[in-house]
T-cell receptor, first 115, second 113 residues
Framework: AQSVAQPEDQVKVAEGNPLTVKCTYS??????LFWYVQYPNRGLQFLLK??????LVKGSYGFEAEFNKSQTSFHLKKPSALVSDSALYFC?????????????FGTGTRLLVSP | EAQVTQNPRYLITVTGKKLTVTCSQN?????MSWYRQDPGLGLRQIYY???????DKGDVPEGYKVSRKEKRNFPLILESPSPNQTSLYFC????????????FGSGTQLSVL
């Protein structure tokens, strides 16, 4: 069964500094990987996805994620953090061999960006 | 505006009193799903629907029912709520052609006393 792990409950970074939110995955086949963001009192919003191709994927709001097959990781990154990036971030994985409906989410990482 | 609308936003009820949380999307999406969000557990899928009259269990379906009589609506029914169903619930939808790009509602915070 596929799974995804977000090893950090919380990440703190100062505004203007680069940020990384970590995610590792486990699937039997080639993974489909996703990042979602949840702002306070809102539902999750899609940020970006990796299906195949270039290992560096660009998404919304200046975020990008790097797929690393050897390390089974899909870390979310941004070169310069904004206070408004403070939110809860979820990594998700789907093993295409198990069907469309099985999108598994991580437990989330809270990003705090200080002014 | 394209959106997924859930109602109510907040709900406090007592054990055993049947309730329904409504979900409606205006994007003509085929796929709809319900999740519950609990601290330390992330999002867990309750039920999903691939299209009208097609529903199936997710990871935590016990104590819940759903129906999909129309494409736009996907209500979540708790026939006899219990305190362990106190949670934050999200409805989501997506088109089959871009299935993983889920659109989420704003959530329903349910408290069962």
């Amino acid at each position: 069964a596929q799974s995804v792990a977000q090893p950090e409950d919380q990440v703190k970074v100062a505004e203007g500094n680069p940020l990384t939110v970590k995610c590792t995955y486990s699937v039997s086949g080639n993974p489909y990987l996703f990042w979602y963001v949840q702002y306070p009192n809102r539902g999750l919003q899609f940020l970006l996805k990796y299906i195949t191709g270039d290992n560096l994927v660009k998404g919304s709001y200046g975020f990008e994620a790097e797929f690393n097959k050897s390390q089974t990781s899909f870390h979310l990154k941004k070169p310069s953090a904004l206070v408004s990036d403070s939110a809860l971030y979820f990594c998700a994985v789907r093993d295409p061999n198990t069907g469309f409906q099985k999108l598994v989410f991580g437990t989330g990482t809270r990003l705090l960006v200080s002014p | 505006e394209a959106q997924v609308t859930q109602n109510p936003r907040y709900l406090i009820t007592v054990t055993g009193k049947k309730l329904t949380v409504t979900c409606s999307q205006n994007m003509n999406h085929e796929y709809m799903s319900w999740y519950r969000q609990d601290p330390g557990l992330g999002l867990r899928q309750i039920y999903y629907s691939m299209n009208v009259e097609v529903t199936d269990k997710g990871d935590v379906p016990e104590g819940y029912k759903v129906s999909r009589k129309e494409k736009r609506n996907f209500p979540l029914i708790l026939e006899s709520p219990s305190p362990n169903q106190t949670s934050l619930y999200f409805c989501a939808s997506s088109p089959i052609r871009d299935r993983e790009k889920l659109f989420f509602g704003s959530g329903t915070q349910l408290s069962v006393l």
